[in-house]
């Protein structure tokens, strides 16, 4: 995919139309691979000569013949004409699109024999054709074109629900993970009465929010999003709201008094004292100072005001160890004017904070949220003094008495850990090391009387076992050798 596969072939080349190639045509090339599959064509290329593809990398050590070449696809916007110097075998393909389209494909077969295995055989490959992106360039997923892929992308995608607009030629599939990051040309999205572009404030045109280009918005933009999440084209540009609002406070309320290592936290997303304004969606990362290993969960309970049983977005993404991001947008474009809790904060306690214990706290930040409203106008970023965050007290890892009716073996001569127990009902068992890790875990089966953990490949040092029971978390440190 490199320019030099597109310089113009000024040179007077025998052409011959495909699929009648009477003479052979010996290639030398030492491997059967063919080029790469897409080209870039700048507009200057349109509609001047016939832009050359140059069918194999050559070498002198090859053995092959060409003895035929076939079109199994043709073009969409031009015809394909095949030229072999014997050397280098072309295709020729005079590209003009026009200012209608920006991408074609075609797809042809090589039949080749080798002269060496004397054996005969067919090579089919596809070629894309991408005009490269000179104008209103479209980075699939970044709607709010700032540089980066993220969750505030989903918000102009809720503006815009159900909105239909020009398709673009190449529509990304959702599992194409390939050619998901190719920037796009597009033709602007215009106000079929006065055809004046269609922008959001910040003269963003509407097209953006198409990710996969195929004419509508909808989820299978917001899947586009996903394939791209966290990519970043150039510099990142720091987004700005156009209007700001000291009305609304977002915070975060955790549930639990105080929290140990194998505790569930549950925490509760809460827009406090919302205005007038009617709500259609937000985006917010939450940023926590204790490791969890993707037990995060952030849901949007149906009764909630945001939801209120409309048809919703919600996503989750991970940003980091210690940090997640999530968006919610409603979909039938009706904003709701309440307040309140709106989003639960779940993940279970895995962090121990080596040689911390007593005094620290688990806390959760709102680093930044952004509501939207009922249309483009209306982007709120909440300040940072608009938002609070929580925090709970951490307990001691200090070992809990074990119940008379459990007991703990660790023999260092095996390397077997043996927890037995009777009556108790255990539901869980797990092994964490010094960094919070789980080494193992275990959910218990209620016919379950015993559990091993095989210590074979752990380092030596100190471990945490946390056994759950319907009544309490049973934490032991553990001495590995
Ligand atoms: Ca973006
Ligand atoms: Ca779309």
Known sequence: MTNKHLQRFYLACIKVAL?????????????????????????????????????????????????????????????????????????????????????????????????????????????????????????????????????????????????????????????????????????????????????????????????NGDGIINDSDINIIDLNYGKQNGDIETYNAPISDNNFTLSVYIQNETVSIGDTVTALLSLDNPTQMPISGLALTLSHNVVDSNTLQITYPSTSFLVDNANIISRQYRDTESKVSTGIIRTNLQPTNSGGVFGVVTFVMEDVLEGKNEQVSLDLHIEKATIIGSNQEAIINIAPQDRNDDSVQIVGISNTPIPHNISIQNNPIDHQLTINWNEQAVQQIALYDMNGRAIAQQNIASSQKNHQISLHNHAKGMYLLVIKTAQQNIVQKLMVF
Do not use: K
Request: charged share 15%; proline share 6%; hydrophobic share 40%.
């Open 19 to 211: 699929l009648t190639i009477g003479s052979y045509c010996n290639i030398y090339a030492q491997t059967f691979s063919i080029n790469d599959d897409t080209f870039f064509v700048s507009s200057s290329d349109i509609g001047g000569n016939p832009i050359s593809l140059p069918v194999f990398d050559n070498d002198d050590l090859g053995t092959l013949i060409l003895s035929d070449i076939s079109l199994i696809v043709p073009p969409q916007h031009g015809t394909l004409d095949f030229s072999c110097y014997c050397v280098t075998p072309m295709l020729y393909y005079p590209f003009d699109f026009g200012t209608a389209h920006t991408f074609d494909f075609f797809m042809y077969e090589l039949h080749l024999y080798d002269t060496i295995s004397q054996q005969t055989f067919i090579v089919s490959n596809i070629v894309f054709l991408f005009m490269e992106c000179e104008n209103e360039c479209i980075w699939p997923g970044d709607t709010d074109r700032n540089g980066v892929v993220d969750v505030w992308d989903m918000l102009p995608i809720g503006f815009l629900y159900g909105a239909v607009g020009m398709p673009r030629d190449f529509v990304i599939m959702e599992f194409d993970t390939a050619w998901s990051w190719i920037p796009q040309s597009s033709q602007l999205w215009l106000d079929i009465n006065t055809s004046n572009p269609l922008t959001f404030y910040d003269q963003i045109n509407f097209s953006h929010a198409d990710c």
